[in-house]
């Protein structure tokens, strides 16, 4: 497959911010943002001039790497938030956020959306009630995930749950960590994406 799989922290490096790739490794003084803030590779630290084009290539990239999207996949989603009502931008934030991992991964499940997509994939979890191992699924509103019975002692699940009390839960999540499940209470709107993403630009390249 396409997936990157040399170093995630110089992702974030070369967007200029934090990502959220490396799980708690992003929350500590270890991240590669934090010690290095200027972009990998030998001219790294030389002034970068962007025209209109690139500026708006990296606002695509960001997102796109974010949520770890290949290229057709987020082509994809962009066009599907064309065709929804409402503006392009914000519909395809939402469309991003109402993916399967990244709703386990807000919910504090996993560390990472990485994390989240390969226990997905190993049938951890439940979507009202059924195994999900598609990470692309759009949830619901509505939509209860839980982990399976006898995934509840999985160490890297656990282990996210008790990092959780550093991390905020989004408004139109509600988690149970006592009984390892999670609602989506509603649908996401732009106020609930806090992330630094200017999603105009994304608009405006796919317009080009």
Not at 13 to 36: H, I, N, P, Q
Not at 152 to 157: F, P, S
């Amino acid at each position: 497959m396409a997936r990157y799989k040399d170093a995630v922290c110089r992702l974030c490096r070369r967007e200029g911010t934090k990502l959220f790739l490396k799980g708690d490794r992003c929350f500590s003084a270890k991240c590669g943002v934090e010690r290095r803030g200027y972009p990998p590779g030998q001219h790294g630290q030389g002034r970068a001039r962007f025209s209109d084009y690139g500026v708006q290539l990296r606002e695509k990239q960001k997102v796109k790497r974010m949520y770890g999207l290949l290229e057709k996949q987020f082509a994809s989603t962009m066009q599907r938030a064309t065709r929804m009502k409402g503006r392009a931008g914000e519909n395809l934030l939402a469309l991003l956020e109402r993916r399967l991992d990244n709703v386990v991964f807000r919910m504090g499940f996993a560390t990472s959306r990485a994390e989240a997509r390969q226990l997905l994939r190993h049938g951890h979890f439940l979507v009202n009630g059924r195994v999900a191992s598609i990470p692309s699924i759009t949830v619901r509103e509505g939509a209860v995930i839980s982990v399976r019975e006898k995934s509840r002692k999985v160490t890297r699940i656990a282990g996210a749950l008790d990092a959780l009390e550093g991390r905020s839960v989004p408004g139109w999540l509600e988690i149970d960590k006592d009984n390892f499940t999670g609602k989506v209470k509603a649908l996401p709107s732009r106020e609930d994406i806090t992330m630094p993403i200017q999603e105009q630009l994304i608009v405006e390249l796919y317009s080009r």
